[in-house]
């Protein structure tokens, strides 16, 4: 089972960026599915997750600006980002686990890095 992330890229602060993660090798529809970051010289944090019925979770600091949804029929979840700051710099990371909680999730994707300029 893999995790495919995508969608990062460069854009000025106020911006907004889309990511996506696919999952292939197996359903994921029931798992619990979501999104940390990692900036340099950072520990790698919480960003939001989505239960397999969509009830979504949040970090205090993007609360009103990101969005997560998924896609159960196409295994993918997303993560719209609006409002961007400098301080959401980072590699985003997805992961997906079948029980309650993502800070030890069986799969993580790659990464893909996102950049806001000032």
């Known amino acids: 089972v893999q995790l495919q992330a995508s969608g990062g890229g460069l854009v000025q602060a106020g911006g907004s960026l889309s990511l996506s993660c696919a999952g292939s090798?197996?359903?994921?529809?029931?798992?619990?599915m979501g999104w940390f970051r990692q900036a340099p010289g950072k520990e790698r944090e919480f960003v939001a997750a989505i239960k397999w019925n969509g009830h979504p979770y949040y970090a205090d600091f993007v609360k009103g600006r990101f969005t997560i949804s998924r896609d159960n029929a196409k295994n993918t979840v997303f993560l719209q980002m609006n409002s961007l700051k400098p301080e959401d710099t980072a590699i985003y990371y997805c992961?997906?686990?079948?029980?309650?909680?993502?800070?030890?999730?069986?799969?993580w994707g790659q990464g893909t890095q996102v950049t806001v300029s000032s």
């Open positions: 992961a997906a686990d079948p029980g309650s909680s993502l800070y030890y999730a069986d799969l």
């Open positions: 090798g197996r359903s994921l529809s029931n798992y619990l």
